[in-house]
């Protein structure tokens, strides 16, 4: 159980890295028309958010859990990174998307949006760097290895 708010992080950082560096790049890259890809990759990032938002949420809640699942001093640092990258993925979802989609000054909002899942990667990066930390800083009992 005390591995669960360092689970949560990295299921955070590595779909964030896998979705934005490797899967829309590649469907760019494969499908016959940018439109198309661009398509497709506003359902995917849109699922990202809700992902985002999921795991942010449960680590919060392990970070208030009665286990003490983290050290105060862990998740007091870690938490305002958790709450910036969530705001990230629903200002991206909410707010720059629906601009995106409707071509809106498409460059302008592409890069805004880019620049904000990138810092949200950065957050959900930071928080499992300190989640590891936590982690290491825990002494192990007897009860853990059940």
Known sequence: ????????????????????????????????????AGQMAAKLFGAQTWLSVAC?????????SNRQLVPVEYAQAATLFVVAGVL???LVELAVAPRIVARENLAVWHRVGSAMYFAQWV??????????????????????QT
């Open 123 to 144: 957050c959900a990066l930071v928080v499992l760097q300190k989640m590891i930390a936590a982690l290491a800083a825990q002494p192990t009992s007897p009860t853990d």
């Open 88 to 90: 990230l993925a629903l």
């Open 1 to 36: 159980m005390r591995q669960l708010p360092v689970w949560l992080a990295a299921a955070w950082a590595m779909a964030l890295t896998m979705l934005g560096f490797l899967v829309v790049p590649m469907l760019f890259v494969h499908l016959p028309t940018p439109a198309m």
């Open 56 to 64: 942010g949420a449960m680590l919060l809640m392990t970070f208030r």
